[in-house]
């Protein structure tokens, strides 16, 4: 069965350091979402990637967030100066046709000290 | 204000019981989710509806559309089964999913 990976499963970095979460979505799979869950919390919509561009994101993805499609394969979520309350487990998904019928990595926990 | 609610926050079950997890949306939908995420953390998603009904062993989703109501049932429920449950909309007007606070289960053996 088709699954979405991403890499790594736990990454601890220092305040202040960039990170680069990794997911690698379904091969024909044409939209991208990654979303975020701190602790105790409800997961959180972060951004929507189609087409090379973003096509959504949400007040929390402020300007230290990016995303990339780097090389057709690889959709990475990049946080320029971490700090600690982006302590989270990110999730990346991806889908076929903008419809909802993703799929779900199993998550990158982040925990930033 | 919460576009997706579920019930119960925290459902504590002896093992065989019939469980039920309900989720109401305010939103309008194309697709609904129901997810499990177990307490490392990762999430599995157990059904994607659109209408009807579908089931996957001993879990049952339901869905009607008219009423913006889901769902989840696990029959001859197990301690296995003992995880946090989330109801997930999808919105293609906004291209993003909304998610529900989630359902802690916990099935006694």
């Known amino acids: 069965e088709p699954e979405v990976t991403q890499t790594p499963s736990h990454q601890v970095t220092q305040m202040g350091q960039e990170v680069i979460l990794r997911c690698v979505p379904i091969?024909?799979?044409?939209?991208f979402y990654w979303y975020r869950q701190i602790l105790g919390q409800k997961v959180e919509f972060l951004v929507s990637f189609y087409n090379n561009e973003i096509s959504e994101k949400s007040e929390i993805f402020d300007d230290q967030f990016s995303v990339e499609r780097p090389d057709g394969s690889n959709f990475t979520l990049k946080i320029r100066s971490t700090k600690l309350e982006d302590s989270a487990m990110y999730f990346c998904a991806s889908s076929e046709a903008s419809q909802g019928s993703a799929f779900f990595g199993q998550g990158t926990r982040l925990t930033v000290v | 204000k919460n576009e997706v609610e579920q019930s119960p926050q925290n459902l504590t079950a002896q093992e065989g019981e019939f469980i039920t997890i309900n989720c109401s949306y305010s939103v309008g939908i194309s697709a609904l989710h129901w997810l499990q995420q177990h307490p490392g953390g990762g999430i599995v998603s157990l059904f994607m509806l659109s209408s009807g009904k579908k089931k996957h062993g001993r879990l049952i989703a339901t869905i009607n559309i008219q009423e913006k109501h889901s769902s989840l049932h696990i029959t001859a429920s197990h301690p296995r089964d003992s995880a946090v449950y989330i109801c997930a909309a999808f919105s293609p007007g906004r291209n993003q999913f909304y998610f529900g606070t989630g359902t802690s289960l916990t099935v006694i053996p």
């Open positions: 091969s024909n799979h044409l939209y």
